[in-house]
């Protein structure tokens, strides 16, 4: 396979710009700042800017000291910046807020069937035995890092749940993609559509957990397998621009920035994990097309605004993309960043 082409100086001003604009942004202690920050925790590790990890620290410091909201499934993504703290400064207030939003996981967070966690946005909105796949990314991942970081069995097999019971309700079997949501009371997929930035977060989080979970442990070959599967599906949906449509098999709808990051970072996570540069002709089209959407500020643009399982395809095609979104800043920094770390060029 050809090797990537890219400007390693363009990356780090891409990385730098967004970052900067993420902190222009105002943020609560919730999702999209979980998934902003985790970007910036990304990009960090790959810069090692001193910049970035002051602006996270400052941030998350602010909040402690007015006291973390009550918690919700999603609002524990931010968990993934208190590990980025904690290993970096070895503060101890980091890791007992992290466990505590672990804990909340295992103790309080509402589930259903055989432990899935009951997808939950914020307070104000209830979905009930309704598994979505935002959790694999949001909870799920989180507790896998806390069991590597602790040494915490009970952890990691609770996110090895998770991983499991949404690959199994939401992987469809015929095409291989990950389905937005389930309706378990129901039954069925509700709309049933195959929703760009919902198997980025499938994708992402799966090709992580190759790095977390020991290979001689029985649910690396289940995850490997279906993140296989999934990107042989995602690569031949690709658009010519090098991004994918927000309905992935309907190219009438419109190509959305967030989730094509998020699906490009894995294929570069799991070229490595299988250390063949096996889809560096896809990455090279996404990186063209990530770059090309970040504004001269830093911002990502062309991102769908925040996406319920839709009714119709025409929700989908209709939710907004004209807006600055956490989730979009993060998911572009961790595509780019993985490209400065990326071991296969």
Do not use: C
């Not at 960090?44 to 919700?72: F, H, N």
């Not at 499934?73 to 992290?98: D, F, K, R, W």
């Not at 709309?191 to 977060?201: C, D, E, L, Q």
């Not at 540069?277 to 001269?296: E, H, M, R, W």
């Amino acid at each position: 396979m050809p090797a990537l082409v890219m400007d390693e100086q363009t990356i780090r001003g891409a990385i730098d710009r967004i970052v900067t604009r993420t902190f222009q942004m105002d943020f609560t202690w919730d999702w999209p700042a979980g998934v902003a920050f985790y970007g910036v925790s990304q990009a960090y590790a790959a810069t090692r800017s001193e910049r970035y990890l002051e602006a996270l620290r400052d941030w998350v410091d602010r909040q402690l000291e007015e006291g973390i909201p009550k918690l919700t499934v999603n609002a524990v993504s931010i968990g993934h910046t208190l590990i980025a703290l904690y290993t970096e400064t070895g503060n101890e207030v980091y890791l007992e807020t992290a466990v505590q939003m672990a804990e909340f996981l295992k103790h309080e967070a509402v589930r259903f069937g055989e432990g899935i966690f009951q997808h939950t946005v914020s307070q104000n909105f209830s979905f009930p035995e309704q598994a979505w796949v935002d959790t694999m990314f949001m909870a799920g991942y989180f507790l896998l890092r806390m069991g590597t970081l602790l040494r915490r069995d009970d952890y990691m097999e609770d996110g090895l749940l998770q991983y499991h019971g949404h690959e199994r309700l939401l992987q469809d079997p015929v095409t291989n993609l990950y389905y937005h949501g389930w309706d378990n009371l129901a039954g069925h997929h509700m709309s049933g559509f195959f929703w760009a930035r919902g198997n980025a977060w499938a994708a992402f989080t799966m090709a992580q957990a190759l790095k977390e979970v020991a290979v001689d442990h029985p649910s690396f070959m289940t995850i490997h397998d279906s993140l296989r599967d999934q990107l042989s599906a995602l690569v031949r949906l690709q658009s010519p621009d090098g991004l994918w449509h927000t309905v992935l098999d309907d190219g009438g709808s419109y190509t959305e920035t967030s989730g094509s990051a998020g699906i490009a970072a894995a294929l570069v996570l799991f070229n490595e994990a299988i250390g063949s540069p096996l889809y560096n002709p896809f990455i090279q089209k996404s990186i063209t097309g990530v770059l090309s959407k970040i504004a001269d500020n830093g911002t990502v643009t062309e991102v769908s605004a925040g996406t319920a399982v839709m009714k119709d395809r025409d929700g989908y095609r209709n939710t907004p993309n004209k807006r600055i979104q956490g989730w979009g800043q993060g998911l572009a920094l961790a595509f780019l960043s993985s490209l400065l770390t990326y071991k296969l060029k």
